[in-house]
């Protein structure tokens, strides 16, 4: 296959590229959505006591409808896990998309190299870097500079390692580059900021080898966010949200309509990435899209893809360690989905997807105004502080309590059903875990709803960036 075939195949596959009519049912739950929103928010200036704050009975009310959720599916991790039933050993590739990260590849590297079960390629696909990245590679690995657009010579000091050189175009497009040329029957994409844990590509490898009709799996992350204050801030904050939403990943799973696939660290099965077409270049969250991409196309011809979490695939990977950093990244993030849930709009309500079109993809519709539910219901209570209004503030102070020690016993529960599903111990402490759950709502939950609205903001102005992200990470706690 060439690029010019995945490409092809990409223009058969995807919705963007063939929009499908909208049908009524995604009409009516995406725009019962917004008019329950506009009710709401009409009603704040218009009912008395607590129903003035209707915006915020929704928001709550909803939260803990998933955390509920949540709760029931994963109960199943307490009981003893059986390990996948072995299968025929399949290949195993990695990809690794590097744009100037020099300072990374190092470990990112260094940790694949020591994996108990090493991958039969790691493949760099360089896009256009112009740092130290070749010096580093030709340094230490004594590979060749190959021409542009072209695959180098395996490393004489690490058999499985070559070198793809291509010009700056992306991540999607360099990982697109790089699909052909891999010759295993499962590839992995490794962000070359994301260490993998010494059983990572074991766990991985094993999950494809038991299930024949698994095309995409992902790892479980742990973010790594630097030595500085605000690091350890939003490490503290995003190392629970990161246990919290795969807790949350592996419950929607278990109905067949896991849509969530960490491009961080995936694994794909190479024929059905190739049937789809790849990663689609012109979306801000290429590896969210490709997965709707998937089941639309297995779903339909009747194939019976699945997708996982794999708890024993672990890695650490760095993330945004201050404030413009972070909501550059859940603005991202954000507008991704918004692109990927108008992409695939024709799936939402439709039966014929299972539980993924019925309950997944409606509440992803949903989803898409959770943030604006969020900090309307916050300005809302600003304003009756600043009005004086203590016939709604009373009872909404009660209703707050409740859902913060809610949230507070989930926390902890979640806390040692991760422990026992991923075997991971190093993070995670109760107290620290207490105290992050009393003030999550009032700081990290308003910064993560501010980086979504802004999301909402580049949707709407068709707005698409890839913002760099300075490495601070890995160099201390590597």
């Not at 490898?205 to 299930?211: P, V």
């Not at 969020?374 to 309590?401: D, K, Q, S």
């Not at 999550?440 to 979504?452: D, I, K, N, T």
Request: aromatic share 12%; charged share 15%.
């Amino acid at each position: 296959m060439t690029p010019a075939d995945l490409d092809a195949a990409l223009t058969a596959a995807s919705p963007r590229r063939q929009p499908p009519p909208t049908p009524w049912a995604s009409i009516a739950i995406h725009g019962g959505v917004l008019l329950v929103w506009a009710v709401l928010v009409w009603g704040a200036f218009h009912f008395t006591g607590l129903w003035a704050w209707a915006t915020g009975l929704a928001y709550v009310g909803y939260d803990t409808v998933l955390l509920v959720f949540t709760f029931v599916q994963s109960r199943r991790l307490l009981r003893a896990v059986e390990p996948p039933a072995p299968g025929r050993r399949v290949t195993l590739g990695v990809i690794v998309a590097a744009h100037n990260e020099a300072l990374v590849l190092p470990v990112t590297l260094a940790a694949l190299f020591a994996q108990a079960d090493p991958p039969d390629l790691v493949l760099i696909a360089d896009d256009g870097s112009c740092d130290d990245t070749a010096a580093l590679l030709a340094r230490d690995f004594g590979l060749v500079l190959p021409p542009p657009g072209s695959i180098g010579a395996a490393s004489p000091v690490q058999p499985a390692l070559r070198w793809l050189r291509l010009p700056q175009g992306g991540k999607a497009r360099a990982l697109n580059a790089a699909i052909p040329l891999v010759d295993t029957e499962v590839v992995v994409t490794v962000d070359a900021d994301t260490l993998l844990e010494p059983g990572a590509v074991a766990a991985m490898r094993a999950a494809f080898a038991a299930d024949a009709r698994l095309v995409a799996a992902t790892g479980v992350l742990t973010p790594v966010c630097g030595p500085s204050l605000s690091g350890r801030f939003f490490e503290w904050f995003q190392g629970y949200e990161y246990i919290r939403n795969f807790l949350s990943r592996q419950a929607w799973m278990q109905l067949h309509s896991l849509l969530l696939i960490s491009g961080a660290f995936a694994g794909f099965r190479v024929e059905a990435l190739r049937r789809v077409g790849g990663f689609d270049p012109d979306c801000l969250v290429e590896d969210y899209e490709l997965i709707h991409r998937l089941r639309r196309y297995g779903d339909g011809r009747g194939l019976g893809w699945g997708t996982a979490v794999i708890g024993a695939a672990r890695a650490r990977t760095e993330s945004p360690g201050t404030i413009g950093a972070f909501l550059k990244q859940r603005r991202r993030w954000f507008g991704g989905f918004l692109q990927t849930q108008f992409w695939y709009r024709d799936m939402v309500g439709d039966a014929r997807y299972g539980d993924l079109g019925t309950r997944m993809l409606p509440v992803k519709a949903a989803d898409t105004l959770q943030p604006v539910y969020g900090l309307t219901a916050f300005g809302l209570l600003v304003y009756y502080i600043a009005t004086g209004r203590l016939a709604v503030l009373a009872p909404v102070a009660a209703i707050i309590g409740a859902k913060i020690i809610l949230d507070l016993a989930f926390h902890l529960w979640s806390l040692g059903v991760y422990r026992r599903w991923t075997g991971e111990t190093r993070r995670g402490s109760t107290a620290a875990a207490v105290i992050a759950s009393l003030l999550e709502p009032f700081s990290f939950q308003l910064l993560r709803h501010v980086g979504a609205v802004w999301g909402w903001v580049y949707f709407l102005t068709g707005r698409q960036s890839w913002s760099s992200q300075r490495r601070v990470g890995f160099q201390t706690t590597a």
